[in-house]
């Protein structure tokens, strides 16, 4: 009869028999919800920071490409910041002024120009006597100084050119860059090497850096901003080698 029976259920009863019997299976083994893991943000970019001083030099490096490209007149305390990547008041921790940032410009100015002075007479000074290499010195220093000029116009302006809060010429002369290799103290150097050498009397060594760098300032001007500006490069070593030959016949 069971036998029988069974051809009789329906099959939408078995159905959802089994369909309930599923449900009971799921709810006994519920599997937790898989866990959703948030991305994590992207690291923030490391911050540039500038410590134990780094950043006063940042802005004196920045501070001689703008003299370097445009003169004393384009080293400003927010071009230079800009280029550093700092906003503006970050510099007054190091610079109380415009006028701060232009002095300690100006002073990797000269010591530049020192640095190409120096170079040009340690390689004049190879050969020859005494006397011949005091005189070789001192024209490398003038040979030296007018090239400065017309390769590094723009730093050269800013190393010699005024700055109004020098008390007084001289100051300007010796600035703060370092004593052996400032331009001014190069000059005297080598004519102290002329005195040592006997060709240049003692009595006429008092300001005589005074004279022959009058002599080769005013040179300098001229190949720069005068009406030598134009001149080929023969017309300026031939200028050159008078100037200086004037200068050492007038010590």
Known sequence: ???????????????????????????????????????????????STYRHGDLRRALILAGVELARADGPDAVVLREATRRVGVVPNAAYRHFESRQALLLAV???????????????????AATGTRRERARAAVRAVGRAYLRFAQTETGLFRTAFGPIHAEPDAAAGLQGSAPGPLHPFRLLGDALDQLVAAGALPEARRPNAEFLAWAAVHGMALLLIDGPLRGASE??????TVQLLAMVERGL
């Not at 599923?22 to 994590?40: F, N, Y």
């Not at 990797?108 to 340690?122: D, F, I, K, Y």
């Not at 023969?234 to 200028?239: H, I, M, N, S």
Request: one cysteine or more.
């Open 106 to 124: 100006k002073d990797e100015a000269l010591l530049a120009a020192g640095l190409a002075m120096r170079a040009e007479v340690e390689a004049s």
């Open 1 to 47: 009869m069971w036998k029988g029976s069974r051809e009789m259920i329906p099959s939408c009863f078995v159905y959802n028999v089994h369909k309930r019997y599923h449900r009971m299976l799921d709810a006994v083994h519920i599997k937790p919800d898989p866990v959703v893991s948030k991305s994590q943000p992207p690291p923030a970019a490391a911050r």
């Open 234 to 239: 023969p017309q300026v070593e031939g200028l």
